[in-house]
């Protein structure tokens, strides 16, 4: 198992909203509460949930685009989660992020070279030709012809704009790039084609993804371990094989029994046909116990009354569910509890 | 490799030339503040009687009807109308270009600080804003003169007083929307700085809607002008404003007709250039954006 | 029997740098009780066959040079305005792709509902029952209730009380299917309803769909860009390319055995389960303006052929109910 290059520590992000005239801090909105999470260096970690389970949070939490309110981040063993200035500005350069959505993520007024530069221009103050040379190598990684340098983003397709913002990450050498759904807006036929290019990017340069998505089919043949979120929290974590072939959680079997499948196969994969009850609730009433509860199929007494915990019910696999105790022979109590 | 579109796509003047053939109006608007420049710039070579543009008098020809010697007539103390007119465009130009550039040049930075850095910033930046929002331009106008010695640059200061809050509030506007688009978080995880932010990926973003403003703005700024020179509070005589030449003629009313009338057109013309231009342009990068 | 036929029909628009020659020669029909899928990628041109066949498509700069919509006896492109919104108000409607900005935000879903009833099938109502003095023939409200209970949104009589903004994308498309199913139509249109939504949301509005067309005996055109919903819903399936109807069969059998070069390559690119290998198809969509000639797939297939490039290949029946517009299948073709 390789190290740990990033590992948070009960990482809460919490946003408040103001409510009257006073300007009181009233509303709180926990999108991300308390979270352990590692992704160990060279591999993709995906994390997954249903819009509005804090996934992209806690992505943007992690690499400091959000500044966390409690808990701590250890990149490469240093805690970043309250430095700021000229440290925070070095870190910045090892992690970077490709945005969901890649119309918003270029900014519509400027040519690629100067998108692709900006990193550039930032860290190492490079000259115009040595920048102008780097983006070209740049393109040439992501597969752009070189004739892209002066175009607009507006001339470009949907999948060429994602390259631009692939080359943009890939700019300052990351150690850790997060994504943020780069594949959401693309067909699947130029998907495909993009996930293969962060693959040989992936093993060419040595890089560490976390790769946020909705998408359990693309998650399926990516990742390397999946981390699936509901309401800002971990309901479970496993290398992806084994949460495919086992999930344990609800939440997870509702996920996976609700994908539009296309063959026979895939059909054996999926556990049993589980229908959630209702919507995912709002953030801002959290319920109490487990906060799956709602929805939740499966739930007992004890589900209302005690929150459980994530707890390692197997090598390497986390689950936060007090059902899947009772099913195997260990009580909590007797398992060490231990970030995933 | 990715693919790239075959086929040449046409040139941006093309497609600029396209979208205004759609909006004939835009075009006239176009023509009309182009010939105005034109004049403005030439007024010395094309001007039929340039002396007459200052102080001169002539006092044989005086209120003479349009003729062709003097097509827009002579005034009070015979001085070619015409004359007087398009040396008139020279200062009513000046006027919408110095007012704008002035509001634009405060309004629009206050505007962008308020938009991204919110907070105390935003609050008081808005607040003192709104506090001259809620006053009609006019009557601000009028009391700031009323307060300073009567000339145009005054009421050039004057105008330009009353008129930057606008641009605060489209700033302001634009900067809030722009700023949740991803490509300003990336710059910010960049560690990019809030100037570089504001001003070099914001502000180029507002480009278009700055453009239309300032287009429809120097037709009413034209407006206010003259209507302060109207009310004698503006350019004095003899400078040939358009808003003074209508002033004064109006005691000569309705019998020398010609005096007020050309200036009054040479106005109502030039407004409704700048007009016709702007919804133009509105519609113009309105289709642009998409 | 055949609710909608479309038969060569021809989309172009006029655009800056040209004309755009976005359908080419579509044809497909929707029989009775039958759940069509018009699947495809973003630009094949499935929404602009949706919105010709509503009729919301601007025309100009959009113009039908050829082709016929058949829709029951009436050619629906020849119909004037009036014959045409009657014959629609009456048997077809439609599901929009996206809840958020379909419903009106200033109105309640009761009052958005409520007009829906009492305008359909009229022309016009009198000046009371407009101003909503006067109740009119149906009470509107009651039955909008009736229609929230029956695509199962729970508390029916609180929600026509709210505005769109309080509810949420889920419930919101079930308000939309209610809507959709007001006036009994016979043909529904759904242009991608569920694309907007999660998986687990998207599964239950599929759920209820498939209801609906059960209980209703409807005819529905499901277009969509996903093969796993259009299996779920859909009898059979048309598959779209660059403005032309590249393969057609029953779902099951063109999931198993597509044919087409583009609907494998379509298939396979679709990351499974099973984490078997996928992959993409190389270039892009075609220039609409200067389409390739021939076949518009043949710079994108991997089993070119030197007639793909010269000429268009037709739509032929290949197996039962299987029909594919390849030059590989044509008489003078490979195999």
């Known amino acids: ?340 | 490799m990715e693919q790239v579109l075959r086929r040449k796509q046409k040139g941006n003047l093309a497609r600029a030339f396209y979208r205004f053939k759609k909006n004939p109006l835009s075009l006239v608007g176009l023509s009309i503040i182009l010939v105005m420049i034109l004049i403005a710039i030439l007024a010395p070579f094309i001007a039929p009687y340039p002396g007459d543009s200052a102080g001169a008098v002539h006092f044989k020809q005086m209120f003479q009807p349009p003729s062709w010697k003097h097509p827009f007539g002579t005034d009070e103390v015979g001085r070619d109308v015409l004359s007087r007119v398009i040396f008139g465009s020279r200062i009513s130009l000046m006027l919408g270009v110095v007012v704008l550039f002035v509001a634009v040049g405060v309004g629009l930075p206050l505007g962008l600080f308020a938009g991204y850095l919110g907070g105390k910033v935003e609050s008081v930046i808005m607040r003192i804003t709104d506090i001259f929002l809620a006053i009609p331009p006019l009557v601000l106008a009028l009391a700031v003169t009323a307060v300073l010695e009567r000339n145009l640059y005054n009421s050039m200061f004057a105008i330009a007083f009353t008129w930057w809050p606008w641009y605060t509030r489209l700033a302001y506007g634009e900067t809030l929307s722009k700023k949740e688009e991803d490509f300003v978080e990336v710059s910010e995880s960049l560690g990019a700085s809030r100037t570089y932010i504001m001003f070099r990926e914001i502000l180029p973003n507002m480009t278009s809607s700055l453009l239309v403003k300032i287009t429809l703005d120097m037709g009413y700024a034209i407006l206010v002008g003259a209507a302060l020179g109207f009310l004698g509070l503006g350019a004095q005589p003899p400078t040939p404003e358009w808003g003074t030449l209508v002033s004064l003629g109006r005691i000569h009313l309705p019998k020398m007709w010609w005096l007020s009338t050309f200036a009054g057109l040479a106005i109502f013309i030039t407004v409704l250039g700048f007009n016709l231009l702007g919804d133009g342009l509105r519609d113009f990068f309105d289709v642009e954006v998409e | 029997m055949t609710v909608l036929s479309i038969a060569n029909l021809k989309i172009h628009f006029d655009t800056i740098d040209g004309t755009a020659k976005v359908l080419d020669d579509v044809c497909l029909s929707v029989n009775e009780a039958e759940v069509v899928g018009l699947v495809g990628e973003t630009g094949c041109g499935k929404s602009v066959t949706a919105k010709t066949i509503l009729g919301s498509l601007p025309m100009p700069p959009g113009k039908v040079p050829d082709g016929k919509i058949l829709f029951f006896c009436d050619d629906l492109l020849k119909l004037n305005k009036h014959d045409r919104h009657r014959v629609m108000s009456e048997k077809m409607s439609y599901i929009p792709q996206d809840p958020m900005t379909s419903l009106n935000p200033v109105f309640t879903v009761g009052e958005q509902m409520g007009d829906l009833i009492r305008w359909q099938g009229r022309r016009r109502v009198g000046p009371l029952e407009f101003l909503g003095l006067r109740r009119g023939r149906h009470n509107a409200v009651a039955k909008a209730v009736k229609l929230l209970d029956r695509v199962e949104i729970p508390a029916p009589k609180e929600i026509v009380r709210r505005y769109p903004i309080e509810l949420s994308g889920g419930m919101r498309q079930r308000v939309l299917i209610a809507m959709a199913l007001i006036g009994r139509p016979s043909l529904l249109i759904a242009d991608e309803p569920t694309t907007a939504l999660d998986v687990t949301i998207q599964k239950g509005v599929l759920t209820l769909i498939e209801e609906k067309v059960e209980e209703e005996e409807l005819s529905v055109l499901y277009i969509t860009h996903n093969l796993g919903v259009a299996r779920r819903l859909c009898n059979r399936v048309y598959v779209m390319y660059g403005g032309a109807i590249a393969e057609t069969a029953k779902t099951k059998d063109l999931l198993r055995d597509p044919i087409h070069p583009y609907t494998c390559g379509l298939i396979s690119s679709i990351p499974k389960l099973t984490g078997d290998e996928f992959k993409g198809i190389d270039g892009r969509i075609p220039d609409y303006i200067d389409p390739p000639t021939g076949c518009r797939f043949h710079p994108r297939c991997p089993q070119l052929m030197p007639i793909c490039g010269q000429e268009k290949p037709e739509l032929i029946e290949v197996k039962d109910d299987h029909l594919v517009a390849c030059h590989l299948f044509s008489r003078g073709g490979g195999r």
């Open chain 1, 1 to 340: 198992m390789n190290r740990a290059l990033i590992r948070t520590e009960g990482l809460c992000k919490y946003f408040f909203r103001s409510s009257g005239l006073l300007q009181r801090r009233e509303i709180v909105i926990k999108a991300a509460d308390a979270v352990d999470v590692t992704a160990r260096t060279g591999e993709t970690l995906a994390l997954v949930g249903e819009s509005g389970s804090g996934k992209t949070t806690l992505g943007k939490t992690m690499i400091r685009i959000y500044k966390p309110t409690k808990g701590k981040i250890w990149f490469n063993e240093e805690d970043i989660s309250s430095i700021g200035g000229a440290r925070l500005k070095k870190h910045r350069q090892y992690m970077q992020m490709v945005f969901q959505d890649p119309t918003s993520a270029l900014n519509p007024r400027k040519t690629v070279v100067d998108i692709v530069g900006l990193p550039l221009k930032i860290h190492q103050s490079s000259s115009r030709a040595a920048c102008r040379a780097r983006v070209r190598e740049l393109l040439e990684m992501v597969e752009l012809p070189a004739d892209f340098l002066y175009r607009y983003p507006h001339a470009l397709s949907g999948g060429q704009k994602q390259r631009v913002g692939v080359a943009r990450a890939l700019a300052l050498n990351p150690l850790l790039i997060v994504l943020d759904e780069p594949t959401s807006a693309l067909d699947v036929s130029v998907q495909a084609k993009l996930l293969a290019l962060l693959e040989q990017l992936r093993g060419q340069f040595k890089l560490t993804y976390i790769y946020i998505s909705h998408d359990l089919g693309v998650v399926r043949n990516i990742s390397d371990r999946t981390v699936v979120m509901y309401l800002g929290q971990i309901m479970e974590a496993a290398p992806t094989a084994e949460l495919f072939k086992q999930p344990l959680h609800p939440y997870t079997k509702a996920l996976l029994s609700a994908i539009p499948i296309i063959s026979d196969e895939e059909q054996d994969i999926i556990p049993e046909e589980i229908t959630l009850n209702g919507e995912i609730p709002s953030p801002l009433d959290v319920p109490p116990g487990c906060r799956f509860i709602s929805r939740c199929q499966e739930k007992t007494s004890i589900c209302k009354s005690k929150e459980p915990r994530l707890i390692e019910i197997d090598n390497d696999h986390y689950v936060k569910c007090h059902q899947c105790f009772s099913s195997s022979q260990q009580t909590p109590e007797e398992v060490a509890t231990q970030c995933p």
